[in-house]
T-cell receptor, first 113, second 117 residues
Framework: DTGVSQNPRHKITKRGQNVTFRCDPISEHNRLYWYRQTLGQGPEFLTYFQNEAQLEKSRLLSDRFSAERPKGSFSTLEIQRTEQGDSAMYLC???????????FGPGTRLLVL | AQSVTQLDSHVSVSEGTPVLLRCNYSSSYSPSLFWYVQHPNKGLQLLLKYTSAATLVKGINGFEAEFKKSETSFHLTKPSAHMSDAAEYFCVVSWPKGSGNTGKLIFGQGTTLQVKP
């Protein structure tokens, strides 16, 4: 068990480009969560999956954002037509159930120029 | 709605002195409460959690927190600060059992702990 991993760790892109991040949860963890953390703030919930089903999306998740978790394993978060306001740290967490501890990955830091 | 407020954005202590990081929560239900720590360039790590068992919760690295329902507080303490404790600390609340619990975490704004030699 190597914990939650995220790739890439850093991403610099130009405004208007699309980006995709990947999260590999701890194996056998059914729950997978995405959070966003901007500078000087605490992480904010974006969305979560129970196995392959996406069960809740925050209002922060505009229609430019899409997340998937095919086969209930890894997850991807795609941002289309990036904007400078999308610059943030994107964090992934997984847990065995909704009541269990969430384990966080190291995050993907996105900078939109 | 649930929310959490960390009363200090920045706390500075000398090595070997006690640490107190303050947190108040708002919840319509009995909450689950957590403290997470974030070191630079590292992922969030769980320090401790309260889930309606003992009100005094002991965590890793000598930290502990006390759940006080009457004060709606969950302050984090440590008797003696170490240089390695310097980091960002987050107080976190989660939707409790029986309330359509999604498990999503609601974070406070964070408290930066500085430890001076």
């Amino acid at each position: 068990d190597t914990g939650v991993s995220q790739n890439p760790r850093h991403k610099i892109t130009k405004r208007g480009q699309n980006v995709t991040f990947r999260c590999d949860p701890i194996s056998e963890h059914n729950r997978l969560y995405w959070y966003r953390q901007t500078l000087g703030q605490g992480p904010e919930f974006l969305t979560y999956f129970q196995n392959e089903a996406q069960l809740e999306k925050s209002r922060l998740l505009s229609d430019r954002f899409s997340a998937e978790r095919p086969k209930g394993s890894f997850s991807t978060l795609e941002i289309q037509r990036t904007e400078q306001g999308d610059s943030a740290m994107y964090l992934c967490a997984s847990s065995l159930t909704s009541l269990e501890t969430q384990y966080f990955g190291p995050g993907t830091r996105l900078l939109v120029l | 709605a649930q929310s959490v407020t960390q009363l200090d954005s920045h706390v500075s202590v000398s090595e070997g002195t006690p640490v107190l990081l303050r947190c108040n929560y708002s919840s319509s239900y009995s909450p689950s409460l957590f403290w997470y720590v974030q070191h630079p360039n590292k992922g969030l790590q769980l320090l401790l959690k309260y889930t309606s068992a003992a009100t005094l919760v002991k965590g890793i690295n000598g930290f502990e927190a006390e759940f006080k329902k009457s004060e709606t507080s969950f302050h984090l303490t440590k008797p003696s600060a170490h240089m390695s404790d310097a980091a960002e600390y987050f107080c976190v609340v989660s939707w409790p059992k029986g309330s359509g619990n999604t498990g999503k975490l609601i974070f406070g704004q964070g408290t930066t702990l500085q430890v001076k030699p």
